[in-house]
């Protein structure tokens, strides 16, 4: 549905240019409505295997330690890949405890970096990242061995190789970080309007569908453990 609404807008977009080049509105032909989009469920990692993951024990190497910060980075402050990667050091405040985020169009946010977090960019910052740099100068955060910052499809490779490790056998994403962050948030209590700033979306509307993977796992475990349930 998604699809055909793009291709939609885009005829109508052409339609419109050629009705004004030509001077000829009757160009405007009136085009099928786009179809009734559905709600997609975001994926998200459940509990345990998020915990595998983060706990991965340390291999004695400066990348390890940095992977195993971006990976907790971003599930503790649901940043997006492309926030996470572009992170400079100057956008980390550990005494307060806070990320400043740039997202869309620019805008800014400060998110809370959670205890264990802080304790891992710390460990980071005072050992491994000076031995990826090798006495380079670089204002990102996370840079790779050649002193460059991450790439979206290098965290992307990193996650899944973790994900191998921790013995999780979901296909997992880097969006799917951020969506458990803001549905584990809120299985636990959070407010919506505080996982909406924290998430940096403009509208709450955006944040409410983390409402609807709330309401199914509650009816699931309604079907699974009621117990006038329909018997087999």
């Given at each position: ?133 090798n006495k380079r100068i670089s204002q990102a955060l996370f840079p790779t ?88």
């Open positions: 549905a998604s699809s055909v609404a793009r291709c939609l807008a885009a005829v109508r977009g052409l339609y419109r240019f050629l009705g004004v080049e030509n001077t000829q509105p009757s160009l405007l032909t009136p085009l099928a409505g786009a179809p009734k989009q559905w709600t997609r469920l975001p994926k998200v990692i459940n509990e345990t295997d998020v915990t595998n993951l983060l706990d991965l024990p340390l291999r004695r190497s400066s990348e390890d330690l940095r992977d195993a910060t971006m990976v907790e980075l971003m599930y503790a402050t649901g940043l997006r890949v492309s926030e996470l990667i572009h992170l400079e050091v100057s956008h980390v405040n550990r005494d307060v405890g806070y990320v400043l985020a740039t997202g869309k169009r620019d805008k800014q946010r400060v998110v809370p970096l959670g205890e264990k977090a802080n304790q891992m960019l710390t460990d980071y910052l005072n050992h491994a990242r000076p031995k990826l740099l061995r050649r002193g460059q910052s991450f790439t979206r499809q290098g965290f992307w490779k990193m996650l899944k190789a973790r994900a191998k490790r921790a013995g999780i056998s979901q296909s997992i994403s880097p969006h799917m970080l951020r969506h458990s962050f803001a549905t584990h948030l809120l299985e636990h209590g959070a407010d919506l309007r505080s996982v909406q700033m924290m998430l940096g979306h403009v509208s709450i509307a955006t944040t409410q569908i983390y409402t609807h993977v709330e309401h199914a796992r509650l009816k699931r475990i309604h079907t699974e453990l009621f117990p006038r349930k329909k018997r087999k």
